[in-house]
């Protein structure tokens, strides 16, 4: 349920504004989606590897090493932010260079883009503090804190952009004044989460291990390999939107649109993916392969019903869900065209993101960049091979081959993987 309320925002900035903009403004925050996709997401290792570590240092019984977990990933998160911030021009300048919109689409993107950057201090910083609650499977934490931001993100967005007519830039706005006042409350929760677990050591944060640097640098190559592979699954979508971009600003809109019931899905579905993280990782703190089996059979078996449903209400409602966010004609009935192959990515996703949260809770990072590498690999190959026959249903097949490239290259590494949780 945590998981799921992230797409909810996507949703309602793309209803708001496909009701109350036109196609240049829907394609604007496509952009601005995309463009922050890449920015944040580049970073989401600070949620996942502070999610393996953490369930593997709480599985083992280690309390100070999941503080020290904690810190360290803070540290890096503060870093970042400030430095995102400090080369927030060149970072547009080159995001625009390489996006194919019309000079309408991209002017009111660019006003997003500058007032979105500045949330980005306290984006990161939430990523840590997420990550440490779903390592300890401190699931309703989450879904509390999930639920704050994006109410209070959705309440801003309608109130900014719907009522006072700000657009984009109020969308944007909206965003930075809910990520600051969520990270604040995700702080005093983590805070109080961690006092009332047992810790030998009077001092709240355990300094020398956080500084300890054989850590950090496990830390930091743990990390690399995650961005390296969260580059590529961003770029995938990238690489989707701008080449819907080329077929005009209504696929461009209407391909947007069919994203958000797939985003809707696939935070479903990784909600999964982010048990079996906590689950895994402490099967292998504890050395238990039973547990691990267990934990990654029922998650998958639950992962896979609640695909196929989510499948049928893309095919069975998806059309409403499409009226929903945008009243422009041309843009519905593309949409409306292109659903069943939303539906077909959605039911063969589940388990690229099953087989993700239990390499993510393994800490097997370099396997993951590596299967990252080559499922890319075979979506160009698809998109060569489809897309100048068959157009933009050929982009649509070409996705659908990637996401079941991605569960198919990550198979590759399983055994050994399920080999490290013991006997």
Same mark, same amino acid.
């Given at each position: 349920m945590a998981n799921a309320s992230v797409p909810l925002l996507g949703l309602v900035d793309t209803a708001v504004i496909g009701n109350v903009g036109g196609i240049e403004d829907l394609g604007a925050i496509a952009f601005g989606a995309l463009i922050f996709s890449f920015v944040y997401w580049s970073f989401a290792f600070l949620r996942m590897a502070t999610t393996g570590?953490?369930?593997?240092?709480?599985?083992?019984?280690?309390?100070?090493?999941?503080?020290?977990?904690?810190?360290?990933?803070?540290?890096? +998160?503060?870093?970042?932010?400030?430095?995102l911030i400090s080369i927030q021009w060149p970072i547009g300048l080159a995001a625009f260079s390489l996006l194919d919109g019309s000079t309408q689409v991209e002017t009111v993107a660019q006003e997003y883009f500058n007032i979105r950057i500045w949330g980005a201090p306290a984006t990161l910083a939430t990523f840590a503090l997420m990550g440490l609650l779903i390592g300890l499977g401190k699931s309703r934490t989450l879904l509390m804190v999930q639920l704050f931001l994006n109410s209070l993100n959705i309440l801003l967005?309608?109130?900014?952009?719907?009522?006072?007519?700000?657009?984009?830039?109020?969308?944007?706005?909206?965003?930075?004044?809910?990520?600051?006042?969520?990270?604040?409350?995700?702080? *005093?929760?983590?805070?109080?989460?961690?006092?009332?677990?047992?810790?030998?050591?009077?001092?709240?944060? &355990?300094?020398?291990?956080?500084?300890? *640097? &054989?850590?950090?640098?496990?830390?930091?190559?743990?990390?690399?390999?995650?961005?390296?592979r969260t580059l590529i699954l961003v770029f995938s979508f990238a690489f989707f939107i701008n080449q819907s971009a080329k077929f005009g600003d209504t696929i461009l809109a209407s391909n947007h649109i069919l994203l958000q019931l797939i985003a809707f899905s696939a935070f479903f579905l990784d909600?999964?993916?982010?048990?079996?993280?906590?689950?895994?990782?402490? +099967?292998?703190?504890?050395?238990?392969?039973?547990?691990?089996?267990?934990?990654?059979?029922?998650?998958?078996?639950?992962?896979?019903?609640?695909?196929?449903?989510?499948?049928?209400?893309?095919?069975?409602?998806?059309d409403i869900a499409v009226m929903l966010m945008t009243d422009i004609s041309s843009v519905r009935l593309a949409a409306n065209q292109f659903l069943p192959f939303a539906a077909l990515y959605v039911l063969f996703s589940f388990a690229a993101f099953q087989l993700d949260g239990i390499f993510i809770g393994a800490s097997f990072t370099r396997q993951m960049r590596d299967a990252a590498a080559l499922s890319i690999a075979i979506y160009f190959i698809a998109w060569w091979a489809f897309s100048?026959?068959?157009?933009?249903?050929?982009?649509?097949?070409?996705?659908?081959?990637?996401?079941? +490239?991605?569960?198919?290259?990550?198979?590759?590494?399983? +055994?050994?993987?399920?080999?490290?949780?013991?006997r």
């Amino acid at each position: 349920m945590a998981n799921a309320s992230v797409p909810l925002l996507g949703l309602v900035d793309t209803a708001v504004i496909g009701n109350v903009g036109g196609i240049e403004d829907l394609g604007a925050i496509a952009f601005g989606a995309l463009i922050f996709s890449f920015v944040y997401w580049s970073f989401a290792f600070l949620r996942m590897a502070t999610t393996g570590f953490a369930a593997q240092a709480s599985g083992a019984g280690d309390e100070q090493e999941v503080r020290a977990v904690l810190g360290r990933a803070l540290l890096i +998160a503060l870093c970042l932010g400030v430095v995102l911030i400090s080369i927030q021009w060149p970072i547009g300048l080159a995001a625009f260079s390489l996006l194919d919109g019309s000079t309408q689409v991209e002017t009111v993107a660019q006003e997003y883009f500058n007032i979105r950057i500045w949330g980005a201090p306290a984006t990161l910083a939430t990523f840590a503090l997420m990550g440490l609650l779903i390592g300890l499977g401190k699931s309703r934490t989450l879904l509390m804190v999930q639920l704050f931001l994006n109410s209070l993100n959705i309440l801003l967005d309608v109130w900014f952009a719907g009522l006072l007519g700000w657009g984009a830039s109020g969308i944007a706005l909206g965003t930075v004044i809910a990520e600051w006042t969520a990270v604040l409350l995700a702080g *005093w929760l983590v805070y109080r989460t961690l006092n009332q677990r047992k810790v030998t050591a009077d001092d709240f944060w &355990p300094k020398a291990k956080i500084m300890d *640097w &054989p850590a950090l640098l496990k830390t930091a190559s743990s990390n690399l390999d995650i961005m390296l592979r969260t580059l590529i699954l961003v770029f995938s979508f990238a690489f989707f939107i701008n080449q819907s971009a080329k077929f005009g600003d209504t696929i461009l809109a209407s391909n947007h649109i069919l994203l958000q019931l797939i985003a809707f899905s696939a935070f479903f579905l990784d909600g999964y993916a982010f048990v079996v993280e906590a689950l895994v990782g402490s +099967a292998i703190g504890a050395k238990r392969r039973d547990m691990f089996d267990l934990a990654v059979r029922r998650s998958t078996v639950l992962a896979l019903i609640t695909a196929i449903l989510l499948a049928l209400a893309i095919v069975l409602a998806g059309d409403i869900a499409v009226m929903l966010m945008t009243d422009i004609s041309s843009v519905r009935l593309a949409a409306n065209q292109f659903l069943p192959f939303a539906a077909l990515y959605v039911l063969f996703s589940f388990a690229a993101f099953q087989l993700d949260g239990i390499f993510i809770g393994a800490s097997f990072t370099r396997q993951m960049r590596d299967a990252a590498a080559l499922s890319i690999a075979i979506y160009f190959i698809a998109w060569w091979a489809f897309s100048d026959r068959f157009g933009i249903q050929g982009l649509w097949g070409a996705m659908i081959i990637y996401v079941v +490239a991605r569960a198919a290259a990550l198979l590759l590494f399983y +055994a050994s993987l399920r080999r490290s949780a013991g006997r």
